[in-house]
């Protein structure tokens, strides 16, 4: 059983970067392939971003390419999402979350995940 914790987040202006962390407090997250979604005030779960299980294959979501970047630490289980030039758009709980079977590839699709961290609050200012 994987269950991941999420850190970072949190208020930044417009133009601005944040980081977000995924972890897990019990099992390891080396064997799944990592993805990140984000779900703003009235919307639908969108995909963000995902990683494989070595770090060596990556998916973003087109408004995000070249803003945003996936990777992975297996030495320390940890998946980062680094966020950079900021949008107001880009105001949204974010949620890691690990794919429902170990050794396969990322998706862009929430349910080919099945353990989701607790997400967390960005919001960017204008």
């Known amino acids: 059983q994987v269950q991941l914790v999420q850190s970072g987040g949190g208020l930044v202006q417009a133009g601005g970067s944040l980081r977000l962390s995924c972890t897990t407090s019990?099992?390891?997250?080396?064997?799944?392939?990592v993805g990140w979604f984000r779900q703003a005030p009235g919307k639908g779960r969108e995909f963000v971003a995902a990683?494989?299980?070595?770090?060596?294959?990556?998916r973003y979501e087109d408004s995000v390419k070249a803003r945003f970047v996936v990777s992975r630490d297996n030495a320390e289980n940890t998946v980062m999402l680094q966020m950079n030039s900021l949008k107001p758009e880009d105001t949204a709980v974010y949620f890691c979350?690990?794919?429902?079977?170990?050794?396969?590839?990322?998706?862009?699709?929430?349910?080919?995940?099945?353990?989701w961290g607790q997400g967390t609050q960005v919001t960017v200012s204008s």
């Open positions: 979350a690990a794919h429902k079977q170990p050794y396969w590839t990322e998706s862009s699709y929430d349910f080919d995940y099945g353990y």
């Open positions: 990683i494989s299980r070595s770090g060596g294959s990556t």
């Open positions: 019990g099992g390891s997250l080396v064997t799944y392939a």
